[in-house]
């Protein structure tokens, strides 16, 4: 088969790779129907992660099963399937208080931008659809493996309620799924913090009442002039870097709450400054098993499309391209055919 291996900041190559086999009776292997690259995926290929020896990329992943270990029992070949990027159990005590992206058997996905792609802990990882669906909905369950999940996450996590404010910050993928986690949790007002035109368009067509282009201690000044002087109910963190992580602590009321899904970068939290703030924080890799039934179902039913986050589409062997337009932003998310 083959896929994508970076090699260093900067050069991901599209190369011919071994055929994935089961390795555990609680594997199974799945054809990618589509892939994608991942905002996470380009902090090594801006060289701001180590990348070591050259490794497969990609972690998102729709497809159709090829073949089962003898212990998997909720999938068979043929179902189309949606996983998650970090693959579970599901019985674990940590899977069964709904955290499955922390399963003490947890193995995170790291292959995906590929024409096949081993799942391992499939029994509690991949959820099947009853029938195969449109090839139209593939780029909305595709996000849902991932972008969409954290960005419902970071709702659930800021505790968004029904006529609360919510601030976003971030207009990647994730901070556009967040706008449509918080209009589907029933956020009255939905404040994005964005700079770019395009992504700010697609923001208010998924809710986004109000749109602030200032950063840093500016924006926050904003968020503060546009909600009495207090700050939101809830901020949703999508981006990762100490800015943005200011940001969100410093937009919140006193009582409200921060979820913070972008992976930190140098992220350091004033634990005193935190502790007066009366602000609560929480985050993580996101639990997007707990989420998928719904969401899947929520992307069938046509009630949410996540997949117009994708604003390009190469063949899988262009995937170098679909860096660099990211990279550069020319595009907010890259999907990729085999």
């Not at 594997?27 to 060289?47: K, Q, Y």
């Not at 996450?153 to 993928?173: L, N, S």
């Not at 200032?214 to 800015?243: F, P």
Request: proline letters at 6%.
């Amino acid at each position: 088969m083959h896929g994508a291996v970076m090699y260093a900041p900067g050069d991901v190559r599209f190369e011919s790779l071994d055929d994935p086999k089961l390795l555990h009776p609680t594997d199974a292997i799945i054809r990618t129907a589509v892939t994608c690259v991942c905002g996470s995926d380009l902090w090594p290929f801006r060289g701001a992660e180590p990348i070591g020896d050259p490794h497969p990329m990609g972690h998102e992943y729709v497809g159709f099963v090829e073949e089962v270990g003898s212990e998997v029992t909720s999938v068979e070949p043929g179902q189309f399937v949606v996983g998650s990027f970090a693959t579970s159990d599901d019985t674990c005590a940590n899977c069964r208080n709904g955290f499955q992206s922390n399963c003490l058997r947890r193995e995170f996905m790291s292959t995906c931008q590929a024409e096949y792609v081993r799942i391992p802990n499939a029994q509690g990882t991949l959820v099947a659809t009853d029938e195969v669906p449109g090839e139209e909905l593939w780029p909305g369950l595709l996000a849902v493996s991932d972008v969409m999940g954290t960005g419902w996450w970071a709702a659930d996590a800021a505790e968004v309620r029904p006529h609360c404010t919510a601030v976003v910050v971030g207009d990647g993928a994730v901070g556009l799924c967040a706008v449509i986690a918080a209009k589907e949790m029933g956020a009255e007002r939905i404040i994005v913090m964005s700079r770019h035109a395009s992504r700010q368009k697609l923001a208010r067509e998924f809710g986004a009442t109000d749109i602030v282009t200032e950063r840093g201690e500016e924006g926050v000044e904003k968020i503060k002039e546009m909600t009495g002087g207090i700050g939101a109910d809830s901020v949703l963190e999508c981006v990762g870097t100490a800015q943005a992580m200011q940001q969100a602590l410093h937009s919140a009321r006193p009582g409200g709450n921060v979820g913070f899904v972008g992976v930190p970068h140098e992220v350091a939290i004033d634990g005193q400054e935190l502790f007066f703030s009366h602000v609560g924080l929480r985050g993580g890799p996101a639990p997007v098993r707990r989420y998928l039934p719904d969401l899947i179902g929520r992307v069938l039913a046509g009630r949410i499309d996540p997949g117009r986050v994708f604003d390009l589409t190469l063949p899988l062997d262009q995937v170098a391209e679909g860096y660099r337009a990211m990279d550069e932003r020319r595009a907010v998310k890259t999907l990729l055919k085999p």
